[in-house]
Structure formats: C-alpha cells, structure tokens
C-alpha cells in the first residue's frame, strides 16, 4: 500500500515537474519573441522627431502597427497570455500616436483618415481577447473616446465644408465694371497676363442713323408745312 502511494506521489511530481518545464519554455519563448518586437520599436526617437517628414513617420506607424496586430493576432486564442500583454502597450501607444499625427495635423487627407479609424475598430475588437490584461479596460476606453472624437471632427469638417460650398458665392466681392474699367482697358486680376480691351461700338454706322433720322423728320416738316 505504502508503495503504491510511493508511486502516485512520484508520478504527480514529475508530472507537475514537466509541466512547469513546459511553462518555464513558454515563458522563455515569449519573452525572447516579445523582447525581440519590441526592441526595434522606439517612440521617444519617431513621436518627437521633427526631422522626420509626416508622410515618414505615417508609414513608419503603419508598420508598426501591422507587426503588432499580427502577433496579437496569433496569441488572441492562448490561454495565457501574459507575455502577450505588451503587446497591447504598444499598440496603445502606437495608435495614438498615429490618430494624433493625421488627425491634429494641418494636412487633411481623407484616405489616411479612414485607414486610422479603421485601425482603430479592429484594435477595439481585438483588445476584446486579451480581457485578462491589467490595462485592457483602460485601452478600450480611450480608444472609444478617440472614436467619439472622430466623429465630432468628421461632422465638423464636413459641416464646414457643406456651408463653404453653399456660401461660397458670398465670398466673391461683387464690383461696379463700368468704374473699374479705365478708359484705355483694364488689368484682369485672375488672368493679369492678359489685357483686356473695350470695343468702342461703330461710331460711322451710328453716325448715318441720325442723319437719315434727321432727313426724316425734315421731310415731315415740310409735308406737314404744305
């Protein structure tokens, strides 16, 4: 009896010997992957470095992004997830970054626009894996906050837009031509290259009317006198 228990205790410490084997290679594992992403990833250098043109640093997010999204792609269905969960820290990071860089920009482009909001759904939705993580209430609440934010913008931005195109005719500054215009012509402010001349009207043929007028008038005088 004393040896069969002798053979179960054995048999559950080896077991529980293997498995923290398996977990301490796990760990190991994740922590040289995690480390491995994470080192060639510096934001201090890329957020404040003015030397780098927008168009520079919206690409170099877009990487950023995409490396991360793929690992927290594949580890979304791991029963631990630990390891996985800086990853979610710099995807953090790096989203608003991105938001900020194309949205609080002067360089209003509207494709990046969409591609930063759609960025931003799936890093919502896919936040909705790593629940376990200690600051994953938090990232979801700024990024719906970030949503909200762009929604505003957006019904701004296009409220504006709408009310310059319907206004817009009241913009142009209306002038008096005939005062405007020299006697010899005048310069065109739009196309300035080119001088515009007024075509006098024909003086001769003008000139004839009012003498056959006048010879008219004489003749139904001179009937009239008779």
């Not at 608003?96 to 609080?104: G, N």
């Not at 005048?186 to 001088?195: C, R, V």
Request: with cysteine; net charge negative; hydrophobic share 30%.
């Amino acid at each position: 009896m004393y040896k069969k228990s002798y053979n179960g205790l054995l048999t559950l410490g080896i077991g529980v010997i293997i498995v923290g084997l398996a977990l301490l290679v796990y760990s190991i594992t994740s922590y040289s992957e995690v480390k491995l992403v994470t080192d060639k990833i510096d934001f201090d250098e890329l957020d404040n470095n003015n030397q780098i043109s927008t168009s520079d640093k919206y690409y170099k997010y877009l990487s950023i992004w995409d490396t991360l999204n793929q690992k927290l792609e594949k580890n979304k269905n791991l029963p631990i997830k630990n390891m996985s969960c800086a990853y979610l820290d710099y995807a953090q990071h790096n989203i608003k970054s991105l938001y900020k860089l194309v949205y609080k920009s002067a360089n209003e482009d509207a494709s990046r626009r969409a591609v930063v909001e759609g960025n931003i759904k799936s890093l919502t939705d896919l936040y909705q894996n790593y629940k376990t993580c200690r600051k994953t209430a938090l990232y979801i609440e700024e990024l719906n906050k970030i949503r909200d934010e762009i929604e505003n913008s957006d019904d701004i931005f296009y409220q504006g837009r709408m009310e310059t195109f319907i206004n817009g005719n009241r913009d142009i500054e209306r002038v008096d031509i005939g005062s405007a215009i020299p006697d010899s012509g005048f310069q065109d402010d739009m196309f300035p290259q080119y001088e515009h001349q007024i075509i006098p009207a024909n003086t001769n043929q003008n000139t004839q009317k009012e003498q056959q007028y006048e010879q008219v008038q004489q003749y139904i005088g001179s009937d009239s006198g008779q």
